[in-house]
């Protein structure tokens, strides 16, 4: 059985860091795609980035220089780095991968930006 569970949120002023983990039991993440999405509050749940094979990634625009998404193959386990983070970056963070036509998710991490 495929699980995904994120953990590293919390509250963090703006302009500082922080960093998430994805462990997954039940899938080989090096095998698969690896994304992370958000959700903030009335939102839509929207796309962050993805990894997948030997290190190939992809972000959102709006991430781009300020995160950073990586695998650690040993552990099998997905980190998104954040830096500058910004007020408009709260929300729950949630990783997801897929194998055939089914998607599996984590229970999510909340990131609060704020003073």
């Known amino acids: 059985q495929v699980q995904l569970v994120e953990s590293g949120g919390g509250l963090v002023q703006p302009g500082g860091s922080l960093r998430l983990s994805c462990v997954a039991s039940g899938i080989i993440l090096r095998n698969n795609y690896l994304y992370w999405y958000r959700q903030a509050p009335g939102k839509e749940r929207e796309f962050i980035a993805w990894?997948?094979?030997?290190?190939?990634?992809n972000y959102k625009d709006s991430v781009k220089g300020r995160f950073t998404i990586s695998r650690d193959n040993a552990e099998n386990t997905v980190y998104l780095q954040m830096n500058s983070l910004k007020p408009e970056d709260t929300a729950v963070y949630y990783c997801?991968?897929?194998?055939?036509?089914?998607?599996?998710w984590g229970q999510g991490t909340q990131v609060t930006v704020s003073t």
């Open positions: 990894i997948r094979g030997i290190g190939a990634t």
């Open positions: 997801k991968t897929s194998v055939g036509t089914r998607e599996y």
